[in-house]
T-cell receptor, first 110, second 119 residues
Framework: DAKTTQPTSMDCAEGRAANLPCNHSTISGNEYVYWYRQIHSQGPQYIIHGLKNNETNEMASLIITEDRKSSTLILPHATLRDTAVYYCSSNNQAGTALIFGKGTTLSVSS | GAVVSQHPSRVICKSGTSVKIECRSLDFQATTMFWYRQFPKQSLMLMATSNEGSKATYEQGVEKDKFLINHASLTLSTLTVTSAHPEDSSFYIC???????????????FGPGTRLTVL
């Protein structure tokens, strides 16, 4: 079973920041948290990952709480093309592969 | 960098036939590749982990004799669905563990997926 839980869906207005939360209270101390997104009928696209520190790249920012029990993916200026299913993921029990929960469907509207 | 391709993107076959799907890492070598399956409106389900030069590790409930995986080189893994049936119709997605030096070595990069329809 996935070790992450996310809200089923979220809405965001175009141009505004989209903040997508993820609960991962059971991941171990050395496990990274990865974020991917999937547009309909395509493979998942890597967005960002982190361990303890907040991270930022050209796509998004990742804020991880100090206790590592949750994180938030931030898309600073959402566009219509950011409409997708966003997955917060971590390793399976064997630590060998990423497993995915149900994700959050983000709908960006004008 | 870290591009993964899949071929074919879409395949339709008759029940009882076998279908081979290729997954390639185009600009890096991948000692480990992964195969996932995704049914409509559901999340990705890990099927197996493929290691170059050794046997694949299958997840519980995945039939290894039905889903044959070969990882013969550092850039190619294949998934063969043998004796396909309509219930095998799904979206099959591969991924490859990214090259070292690009952040955490566990980062997986996904292919575009293969839509299999069994009639």
């Amino acid at each position: 079973d996935a070790k992450t839980t996310q809200p089923t869906s979220m809405d965001c207005a175009e141009g505004r920041a989209a903040n997508l939360p993820c609960n991962h209270s059971t991941i171990s101390g050395n496990e990274y948290v990865y974020w991917y997104r999937q547009i309909h009928s395509q493979g998942p696209q890597y967005i960002i990952h982190g361990l303890k520190n907040n991270e930022t790249n050209e796509m998004a920012s990742l804020i991880i709480t100090e206790d590592r029990k949750s994180s938030t993916l931030i898309l600073p200026h959402a566009t219509l093309r950011d409409t997708a299913v966003y997955y917060c993921s971590s390793n399976n029990q064997a630590g060998t592969a990423l497993i995915f929960g149900k994700g959050t469907t983000l709908s960006v509207s004008s | 960098g870290a591009v993964v391709s899949q071929h074919p993107s879409r395949v339709i076959c008759k029940s009882g036939t076998s279908v081979k799907i290729e997954c390639r890492s185009l600009d890096f070598q991948a000692t480990t590749m992964f195969w996932y399956r995704q049914f409509p409106k559901q999340s990705l389900m890990l099927m197996a982990t493929s290691n170059e030069g050794s046997k694949a590790t299958y997840e519980q409930g995945v039939e290894k004799d039905k889903f044959l995986i070969n990882h013969a080189s550092l850039t190619l893994s294949t998934l063969t669905v043998t004796s396909a049936h309509p219930e095998d119709s799904s979206f099959y997605i591969c991924s490859a563990r990214g090259p070292t030096g690009q952040g955490a070595t566990d980062t997986q990069y996904f292919g575009p997926g293969t839509r299999l329809t069994v009639l």
